[in-house]
């Protein structure tokens, strides 16, 4: 029986993912923080805070055939004005970025006589930063940056150790009302409606099954031209888009 690790298994992809596998016939170990959880999308649960390397190493203890590093946190809060709160970008920073390297970093380390894929849980927010969700879109574009640039690394010093990542966009469920907390009446209309729009999690969940069996390195659910259009920019005129976005929080900011 194969076994596949799934962090943020009590959240809205996590659940699905795990229900996914559940019925694929896997052993499916669902991590969260919590000790209480039941929601029918694990085997077994394992409560981790998910922050150190002693962690990672429970998780690799399961000699798992995937590992997806799923779970994710916003800005649930922020400070005066719309500036980042300082304990909010610690977990945001760990959770989204440090730790899916972490795991990555400890994998490589280990001897294996078969694949280990580990599946970081990015976002199509990974393409250029955002006023309106700042911390967010930081911790997802170095992850995007760390794995396609250690990946190669580690895949050729370790063969069985693969570093993939996932970009799912707007999936119906809290997370995708990331930058509301930011935006103004006008700027929250346009959000509602790309959010109710959003597609449910089974759905994604599997779209992005179907992309782990398909061995890709990188795998994108639909990505709006809009931002494809702002990654663009960024990255051919990264002044430009800094002055798009002083100009953005202007007009969409609720503190302005
Ligand atoms: N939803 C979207 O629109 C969307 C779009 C693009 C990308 N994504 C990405 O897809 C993944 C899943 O999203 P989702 O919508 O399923 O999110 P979700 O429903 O909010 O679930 C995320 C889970 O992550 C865990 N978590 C949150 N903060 C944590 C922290 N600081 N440390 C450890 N665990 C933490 C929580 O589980 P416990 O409380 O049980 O520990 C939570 O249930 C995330 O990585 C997200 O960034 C989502």
């Known amino acids: 029986m194969k076994t596949i690790i799934i962090t943020g298994i009590s959240g809205v992809l996590g659940e699905a993912l795990g229900k996914y596998y559940l019925r694929k016939g896997w ?9 209480d959880l039941d929601n029918g999308a694990f085997t077994e649960l394992l409560t981790s805070k998910q922050e150190s390397v002693e962690d990672v190493h429970r998780f690799l203890s399961y000699n798992p055939d995937i590992i997806v590093l ?8 922020i400070g005066e004005r719309g500036v980042p709160l300082q304990d909010q970008f610690d977990s945001i920073t760990s959770v989204n970025y440090t730790f899916p390297a972490t795991v990555a970093l400890q994998a490589s380390q280990i001897s294996r006589n078969r694949p280990l894929d580990i599946i970081a849980i990015g976002s199509i927010a990974d393409g250029s930063p955002s006023a309106f969700g700042p911390v967010y879109h930081a911790s997802k574009i170095a992850l995007h940056y760390f794995f396609s640039g250690v990946g190669p690394i580690v895949n050729h010093a370790n063969r069985n150790i693969r570093m993939r990542l ?13 930058p509301v907390n930011r935006l103004n009446a006008q700027g929250y209309r346009i959000r509602a409606k790309r959010v109710n729009g959003a597609p449910e999690a ?13 061995g890709k390195w990188v795998g994108t659910f639909d990505e709006p031209f809009s931002f494809k259009l702002f990654k663009w920019l960024f990255a051919l005129n ?4 800094y002055r798009l976005q002083v100009f ?6 609720k503190f302005v």
């Open 70 to 77: 799923n779970a994710g946190q916003i800005e649930t809060e």
């Open 238 to 241: 990264p002044n430009f888009f």
């Open 248 to 253: 953005g929080w202007k007009k969409g900011s």
């Open 202 to 214: 089974d759905h994604v969940a599997r779209v992005v099954a179907e992309w782990i069996a398909s």
């Open 166 to 178: 996932y970009r799912p966009g707007a999936i119906k469920g809290p997370l995708a009302w990331a």
């Open 27 to 35: 052993r499916v170990i669902g991590v969260s923080r919590r000790n």
